[in-house]
């Protein structure tokens, strides 16, 4: 046991390593290179032989050249001896700077509804969204093609027309056949929004998380800092994804700036 929020002991458990370990810093700067980043993210997303999952970079330099594999990472026993020019660390993705923006869908709603989260509270969202949908997708001309997927994305006999109308400097809403194009694909958006039940939600991320390999937080806690924002603080709700059970997703207490400086320093977590 350790202290805890105000000096009581607490049992503390071993370090949450669900499919994570950790990469030294200077190993983590030579994949970096790799991908052409100026500078290491706080973690990669990879694979290496018959592991993978999540690699947390070592700021404290412990590991420096090393990469360290936990078992939880490992899916199947291979002899490392076998390939003598060493395995490949292949980044599916990595740790951006800010996290994506995200929204509720079926399956978050079902586990949030397990937890006793009110139906009442995601039919009122949807009523919302859904009667603000034309005001804040087709009342201006900016406000139309905002909404459109990128051009390279676009189809040719659809959403494309609209755009190059707009690129010229004219009023989409003016041009029937490019207007047509925009309501067309919106009703097929609206569609999805009230069939499909993905619903934006205020201060709702998408990010990589990672467990506290220096044991600083209690295991109700968590630290989620957004640029612009700064430091969540409060209860927050973390999910998994793909999010299909009852457990996965938990409520936390995001610590904010105050007890972050006052545990991590003034450099934050590492």
Known sequence: PRGGRGGEPVEVAEILTDGCGRIGLAAAKLVARSLGLRDPPAAFQARIGSCKG???????GELKNAIEIRKSQRKWDIDWSAKPGGWDFEVKDHVKSSPQDACLHPQLIQVLEAGNVSTESFLALQREQVENFAEERLSTAEACVRCLPHFDQAIENGTRLAQRINDAGLD???????????????????????????????????????????????????????PGKGYIEGDVIVSRSPCTAPWDAQKFRALGFEEVRERFGGAGPS
């Open 172 to 226: 989409v809403r003016e041009e029937p056949a490019a207007f047509a194009q925009i309501v067309k694909y919106q009703a097929g958006t609206l569609k999805s929004v009230r069939d499909e039940g993905r619903y934006r939600c205020e201060e709702c991320w998408r990010a990589f998380m990672c467990p506290d390999f220096s044991r600083q937080l209690l295991p109700d806690e968590c630290v989620f800092r957004v």
């Open 54 to 60: 999540m690699w947390v970079v070592d700021q404290g």
